[in-house]
């Protein structure tokens, strides 16, 4: 497959706080350049970091066809994408990401977690872009998953941007501070989607915190024999040491702070109960970027035979 030279993207949705990084990171990125971003509150304004002609627009689905970009990212919410896709059909460009999880059960579309298949990416046309929480539970239980006796617990706790931009009390400061504040204990969306993906059950706890941004993910692993803890640690290393977006702590536990404006996700805490049958681990990364549009853009780098990394050697804070 002939990588490009360049290409020209457009963003739909690009108010949200997943848009603002994507903006971000096609600022920076060398082989991709802005074709428009889309926003219908911030129509008019200049879109930040970029030149003052370049400004937010407010496109029907038709005119956003029609402007021809060869990459287009829907940063919607859940359920919005219908439109779009449908008039994007009429003159379809190289590549659709879709950041809400419209997709991540459809057969017709590649689920984007690139670590754990990335081969399925190479010259796909639509990707399903992986939740911030799936996509933590995921690296923190696939390298266990055969080993796995009992469906996974996996207790979870989010800054409150992974609540979106739409008020609620899950994203209202007021109500957060000196809270944790559980929800939807069963049944949770992304608990579907990694139990689907990982085709075993799981059973996740999630939280919201009154910090602004990042995911912590302890899961509690039941294993169907004895490990010992240099095994375990050599089952994450041989899943991820030539990773270069995942970072190892061992039996170090990492935190929200090691991976804030960073594309990475961290794993580390190993614990090991008397026994053997009971491991504990972490994984932690910002849901803004490895759980949102750093994951986007590397997933777009892969399907157009670009390194996976271009663009996000740096911070996109």
């Known amino acids: 497959m002939h990588a490009p030279e360049k290409l020209l993207v457009g963003v739909i949705g690009a108010r949200g706080y997943v ?6 990171i096609l600022r920076r990125h060398p082989r991709l350049d802005l074709a428009y971003a889309l926003s219908r509150e911030w129509a008019g304004q200049p879109v930040p970091g970029y030149e003052p002609s370049l400004r937010y627009e407010a496109l029907t689905p038709e005119e956003a066809a029609a402007r021809g970009a060869d990459v287009v990212v829907l940063a919607l919410p859940n359920g919005q994408s219908g439109p779009w896709l449908e008039a994007l059909a009429a003159r379809p460009p190289r590549l659709i990401i879709d950041l809400s999880a419209d997709h991540r059960f459809a057969s017709d579309w590649i689920y984007g977690l690139p670590e754990l298949d990335r081969r ?6 639509r990707i399903a872009n992986p939740g911030c929480y799936a996509t933590a539970m995921q690296l923190a239980l696939h390298p266990f998953r055969a080993l796995l006796a009992a469906a996974p617990q996996c207790f979870g706790v989010s800054g409150y941007s992974g609540a979106g931009t739409t008020p609620s009390p899950r994203n209202d400061p007021k109500l957060l501070e000196n809270n944790l504040m559980p929800y ?6 992304h608990e579907r989607e990694v139990t689907h993906r990982l085709a075993h059950s799981v059973e996740f706890f999630p939280h919201v915190a009154a910090f602004f941004r990042g995911i912590s993910i302890t899961a509690n692993l039941r294993l169907s024999h004895p490990l010992t803890i240099e095994e375990a640690q050599s089952r994450l290393e041989h899943a991820y040491r030539n990773e270069p977006l995942i970072e190892l702590h ?3 536990i990492p935190w929200i702070r090691h991976v804030l404006g960073r594309p990475v996700a961290a794993l580390g805490g190993l614990a090991l109960a008397d026994g053997g049958r009971r491991l504990v681990l972490v994984c932690v990364l910002d849901n803004l970027l490895k759980g949102a549009a750093s994951q986007a853009i590397q997933n777009l780098n892969a399907a157009v035979g670009w390194p996976e990394t271009l663009g996000l050697s740096e911070s996109v804070q």
Request: net charge negative.
């Open 19 to 24: 848009g603002a990084e994507l903006l971000a």
């Open 120 to 125: 399925s990416l190479v010259g796909a046309g």
């Open 184 to 189: 939807q204990l069963t049944g949770h969306l």
């Open 250 to 252: 061992g039996n170090s």
